[in-house]
């Protein structure tokens, strides 16, 4: 099954802690920005309040210089600062009347309008005429009672002010808020990636280990999270190693006692056809039993080579390259010397002299005699076997017949599979070399129909160089 990456631990992480950062800071963000509000409400509302106290003396001095003038015929407020700069020496009033989004009305106790500021409406604002905040639509309003109520100074700011200031705080809050969430992600990924480095170590571990390589893993650099999980799967290799042993103990004590009585039986079961007449009618099953006691020896054979492969002392690269041409052309003349169909063997003996690996001899004639053989079993009886050496580390054995299923050619390398072409081979040979192979970390591969054929079978044993 392929790996999903959206399973892993570390994007798992990496979605959440970005989701609880992110989630976290637009909580903060969102009270600091209503907090904000508020101050900046009330910081807002001490400027009106402060505007119009500050002024009401020298707005009543102007008043008392223009007694009896029309509020359309009062000057606007920077002709009125000029007069109370140069009447009072202070040039503090205009910068702050003048400003355009501050406004007043200065009014009698009876609501007539006696004195604006230039940016101001013509007509009086609806706030009543009592000291307080009052909001119209588009103004916030501060009405300041003076003179026991016979004066009214009402300092207007426009509400649309106080959302742009309010606005562009909160995005000056936000923005860099917004530039360090991508930040903050790569930076999770960076963590989370070195922090899960031990996790992926014991995985790649754990990965490599097989039937061929149960050892414990290591606990050294295992983090105290998983340190647990390390010594329940060395636990479990370690009874997976024993159960193992025990298999191959007893497939091999039990394949090496056998040979011995078979051996006997077979030669006397010799001995008594030579004796028996060619037409006696106890030749027959004399005959079978023969044939049995010959395919017994045989699978008694592969059994021992089974648990020599599968063994963790077994087979294993020898460390430097070895000659194999001359083990090759010693298998071949012994399958032929045996009598195995040895005129149906076609040798190409062009590279031999260049073939070497990294593996042990005994271990790569097992392997070329169970190729050999399987071929010249399943193989189709008109056409020979075929023996090929590629780029001095390659072995090719192939043979002609009926081609083998896709999915039956993935099983072949189990034991006891045997082909539906027939069934006179153990179904042992193919898995000894995929043992070996594993082991020597050679490589074999089956292709059916052969390459470049419509039907046949072809086992290519890539073996490993130092």
């Given at each position: 099954?392929?790996?999903?990456?959206?399973?892993?631990?570390?994007?798992?992480?990496?979605?959440r802690l970005t989701l609880t950062v992110g989630v976290f800071w637009l909580a903060?963000?969102?009270?600091?920005?209503?907090?904000?509000?508020?101050?900046?409400?009330?910081?807002?509302?001490?400027?009106l309040v402060t505007t119009a106290y500050r002024y009401a003396p020298l707005i009543?001095?102007?008043?008392?210089?223009?007694?009896?003038?029309?509020?359309?015929?009062?000057?606007?407020?920077?002709?009125?600062?000029?007069?109370?700069?140069?009447?009072?020496?202070?040039?503090?009033?205009?910068?702050?009347?003048?400003?355009?989004?501050?406004?007043?009305?200065?009014?009698?106790?009876?609501?007539?309008?006696?004195?604006?500021?230039?940016?101001?409406?013509?007509?009086?604002?609806?706030?009543?005429?009592?000291?307080?905040?009052?909001?119209?639509?588009?103004?916030?309003?501060?009405?300041?009672?003076?003179?026991?109520?016979?004066?009214?100074?009402?300092?207007?700011?426009?509400?649309?002010?106080?959302?742009?200031?309010?606005?562009?705080?909160?995005?000056?809050?936000?923005?860099?808020?917004?530039?360090?969430?991508?930040?903050?992600?790569?930076?999770?990924?960076?963590?989370?990636?070195?922090?899960?480095?031990?996790?992926?170590?014991?995985?790649?571990?754990?990965?490599?280990?097989?039937?061929?390589?149960?050892?414990?893993?290591?606990?050294?650099?295992?983090?105290?999270?998983?340190?647990?999980?390390?010594?329940?799967?060395?636990?479990?290799?370690?009874?997976?190693?024993?159960?193992?042993?025990?298999?191959?103990?007893?497939?091999?004590?039990?394949?090496?006692?056998?040979?011995?009585?078979?051996?006997?039986?077979?030669?006397?079961?010799?001995?008594?056809?030579?004796?028996?007449?060619?037409?006696?009618?106890?030749?027959?099953?004399?005959?079978?039993?023969?044939?049995?006691?010959?395919?017994?020896?045989?699978?008694?054979?592969?059994?021992?080579?089974?648990?020599?492969?599968?063994?963790?002392?077994?087979?294993?690269?020898?460390?430097?390259?070895?000659?194999?041409?001359?083990?090759?052309?010693?298998?071949?003349?012994?399958?032929?010397?045996?009598?195995?169909?040895?005129?149906?063997?076609?040798?190409?003996?062009?590279?031999?002299?260049?073939?070497?690996?990294?593996?042990?001899?005994?271990?790569?004639?097992?392997?070329?005699?169970?190729?050999?053989?399987?071929?010249?079993?399943?193989?189709?009886?008109?056409?020979?076997?075929?023996?090929?050496?590629?780029?001095?580390?390659?072995?090719?054995?192939?043979?002609?017949?009926?081609?083998?299923?896709?999915?039956?050619?993935?099983?072949?390398?189990?034991?006891?599979?045997?082909?539906?072409?027939?069934?006179?081979?153990?179904?042992?040979?193919?898995?000894?070399?995929?043992?070996?192979?594993?082991?020597?970390?050679?490589?074999?591969?089956?292709?059916?129909?052969?390459?470049?054929?419509?039907?046949?079978?072809?086992?290519?044993?890539?073996?490993?160089?130092?």
């Open positions: 099954m392929g790996k999903n990456p959206n399973r892993s631990l570390q994007a798992i992480l990496t979605r903060g963000s969102v009270l600091a920005a209503m907090t904000m509000y508020h101050e900046m409400q009330e910081a807002f509302d001490n400027s009543d001095e102007y008043l008392k210089d223009h007694k009896g003038g029309s509020p359309k015929e009062v000057l606007p407020s920077p002709a009125m600062g000029e007069i109370l700069t140069d009447d009072h020496g202070d040039g503090d009033g205009d910068e702050e009347l003048g400003e355009d989004y501050l406004m007043y009305h200065v009014r009698d106790g009876g609501g007539r309008l006696l004195l604006r500021s230039f940016n101001a409406e013509e007509e009086p604002f609806e706030a009543p005429l009592v000291e307080g905040f009052y909001n119209e639509e588009d103004f916030r309003i501060y009405s300041a009672v003076l003179l026991g109520g016979q004066r009214v100074i009402q300092v207007a700011e426009p509400l649309e002010h106080r959302r742009e200031a309010l606005m562009e705080s909160v995005l000056a809050q936000f923005l860099p808020i917004a530039l360090l969430i991508p930040v903050v992600i790569i930076q999770l990924i960076v963590v989370l990636r070195g922090g899960l480095k031990p996790i992926k170590r014991v995985r790649d571990e754990i990965e490599e280990r097989g039937e061929g390589n149960l050892q414990p893993l290591e606990q050294d650099e295992a983090p105290e999270e998983i340190s647990t999980i390390v010594t329940a799967v060395n636990r479990l290799m370690g009874k997976l190693e024993a159960a193992l042993s025990v298999e191959r103990s007893f497939t091999a004590n039990s394949a090496h006692e056998l040979r011995t009585p078979i051996a006997v039986a077979l030669a006397q079961t010799q001995r008594l056809l030579a004796e028996l007449p060619a037409g006696h009618a106890a030749r027959k099953r004399a005959v079978q039993t023969e044939e049995a006691l010959k395919r017994l020896s045989r699978l008694s054979e592969k059994l021992l080579q089974l648990a020599r492969a599968e063994s963790s002392g077994g087979f294993s690269p020898t460390g430097q390259n070895q000659d194999l041409g001359p083990t090759l052309n010693l298998v071949i003349e012994d399958i032929r010397r045996a009598g195995m169909e040895g005129a149906h063997i076609r040798f190409d003996t062009e590279n031999l002299a260049t073939l070497s690996a990294n593996i042990d001899l005994d271990a790569f004639a097992i392997c070329m005699r169970n190729l050999i053989e399987n071929a010249l079993k399943y193989g189709g009886d008109e056409e020979p076997v075929d023996i090929r050496v590629i780029e001095d580390h390659i072995v090719q054995v192939s043979n002609g017949g009926a081609p083998v299923s896709p999915a039956e050619l993935s099983q072949l390398t189990t034991r006891f599979k045997r082909s539906s072409n027939k069934a006179d081979g153990s179904g042992l040979g193919l898995a000894i070399v995929e043992a070996i192979a594993r082991n020597t970390k050679a490589e074999l591969k089956l292709y059916s129909p052969r390459p470049d054929h419509a039907d046949g079978f072809m086992a290519e044993l890539r073996l490993h160089q130092s």
